[in-house]
């Protein structure tokens, strides 16, 4: 056996399902794939909607900015950054407890209780009137939004094996791109309902969006399917199919729940290493997507059509993100396209960077489209990278919830990175962006190598010991540890 083929490939799954006993290799596929339509179908737009509910409600404050609420709660100086920074203090903070709640809990009742409560959180932010007010608020806000990101990704590892996980990360995190675009346009209809029952238009964009959010939550509750073992949407032979599927997907990985799996993640180097690269995404993304309104106001347009404009840098991000997400799984890479990606984000930069917007507004509103190309598909594939190389759900749901946490305090830095005295140029906020995605860039092309590194080890380990895929029980107390454990690249 060539040690190459010691990790489970998809038909060698395909193959070893409980259904191979008695059906041909052509019915084991259908079946298979029959089984994955299905999952898709009924997985992917309920999360993707959440997350579409979660994202355009931190990142509306923006839209609202230019929308007439700097000026009537007195947003001046660093008032703005101090409301949106709130957001992520609380939201970073609690992403690790959060998922470890979610382990001991049932997805569908934890994950609609806390959209339900930050829709509350948001209709109450269509009432305030001082700035003080707004900060209170985004900070209950991120409270109740820490937990949803990194249940959505913890909940894709129970439903797809390691090797299909970046498509339908991609596909929901496509759904902060989306997000940014329908929130343009939302903005643009929604702050024309200016005076209409007494308030402004800024605070019917967090009203309605907020009540719309509330109503998902309600429906997420009877939508959601806690676990595969509970699929009734599937027949009992699917649901078999795929539960054996994913049994051997996991074969020797711990799933019960201990301390010290907590504590051996985050013990790890490479659980650090995976935080860094999503830090370096998430500033420049945050960053875009708080100020991307006010980036594009600055370039010459009115706010009006700035609210507009947003939408075809968001779109583009979207599209880019779910290819390479589907790209990513079919040739089993990840480092190498964030490294890619994140070059290209820096691109983008160094466009909106050297150019004069009062000169050359097309340039830099290319630049922003560049930008978004580049920032996006490397969260969702940076998600699937430290899932599928975790180990064990218990770890997978650390993982994802450190890597999280670390990454969305980066927000913090991002709220303040665009500065009201920089205008029109941004210097500062660019050159902040820039220096992020290169390290970024340079930590998933260092963690590339050293995966690589320690896979070549594991496969002369397995070669001189002659240990073969049969074994991998007996070294299921190891986990990602097991010469057998094959680490994505």
């Not at 979207?318 to 290819?323: E, H, K, L, P």
């Not at 990513?328 to 050297?354: C, E, K, N």
Request: net charge positive; charged share 15%.
């Amino acid at each position: 056996m060539s040690l190459k083929d010691l990790p489970l490939k998809s038909e060698d799954l395909v193959r070893t399902s409980s259904a191979s006993s008695t059906a041909s290799g052509d019915e084991i596929a259908h079946l298979d794939n029959a089984v994955r339509r299905k999952v898709d179908l009924r997985l992917i737009p309920l999360i993707t909607v959440l997350y579409l509910c979660c994202f355009l409600d931190r990142s509306n404050l923006g839209n609202a900015r230019i929308a007439g609420m700097a000026q009537d709660l007195k947003l001046s100086g660093m008032r703005y950054q101090m409301a949106a920074a709130a957001f992520f203090i609380t939201y970073g903070l609690l992403e690790v407890p959060c998922n470890i709640l979610l382990k001991l809990l049932r997805p569908s009742i934890w994950i609609s209780s806390i959209v339900l409560a930050w829709g509350i959180v948001m209709v109450s932010m269509a009432f305030v009137k001082t700035w003080q007010g707004l900060i209170i608020a985004r900070l209950f806000l991120g409270v109740a939004e820490s937990g949803l990101g990194p249940a959505l990704g913890f909940c894709v590892t129970l439903w797809y094996r390691h090797d299909q996980q970046a498509r339908p990360i991609a596909f929901y995190f496509s759904a902060a791109t989306l997000a940014g675009a329908f929130g343009g346009l939302l903005a643009f209809c929604i702050e024309k309902m200016n005076g209409l029952g007494g308030l402004p238009g800024w605070s019917w964009i967090f009203l309605l969006e907020g009540l719309v959010t509330i109503i998902i939550s309600l429906v997420s509750f009877w939508a959601m399917i806690d676990y595969p073992s509970t699929a009734t949407f599937l027949t009992p032979a699917e649901r078999e199919h795929l539960l054996d599927v994913l049994r051997r997907d996991t074969a020797g990985e711990p799933s019960h729940f201990e301390m010290k799996f907590v504590w051996e993640t985050f013990k790890s180097p490479k659980s650090w290493l995976q935080a860094v690269i999503f830090i370096g995404l998430t500033v420049p993304t945050y960053s875009f997507t708080l100020f991307l309104p006010t980036i594009i106001h600055a370039l010459g347009f009115s706010a009006t059509n700035a609210q507009l404009l947003t939408v075809p840098p968001y779109a583009a991000g979207c599209v880019f993100t779910i290819s390479i997400g589907t790209l990513s799984d079919r040739t089993q890479i990840r480092g190498p396209f964030i490294t890619v990606f994140s070059f290209l984000g820096i691109m983008g930069y160094i466009m909106l960077l050297a150019t004069d917007p009062q000169k050359q507004p097309a340039v830099g509103y290319a630049g922003c489209i560049i930008a978004a190309i580049g920032i996006f598909p490397g969260i969702a594939l940076s998600i699937a990278w430290s899932a599928g190389n975790a180990g064990g759900s218990l770890k997978k749901a650390v993982i994802i919830a450190l890597v999280g946490s670390v990454g969305n305090l980066g927000g913090i830095c991002a709220s303040f990175v665009y500065r009201t005295q920089d205008t029109p140029r941004f210097r500062f906020g660019h050159s902040v962006a820039i220096g992020f995605l290169i390290l970024s860039c340079l930590a998933s092309l260092s963690a590339t190598l050293w995966y690589r590194r320690l896979n070549q080890q594991k496969e002369r380990l397995c070669r001189e010991n002659n240990i073969s895929l049969d074994r991998k029980a007996d070294f299921s107390a190891l986990g990602v540890d097991s010469p057998l454990f094959r680490y994505v690249l």
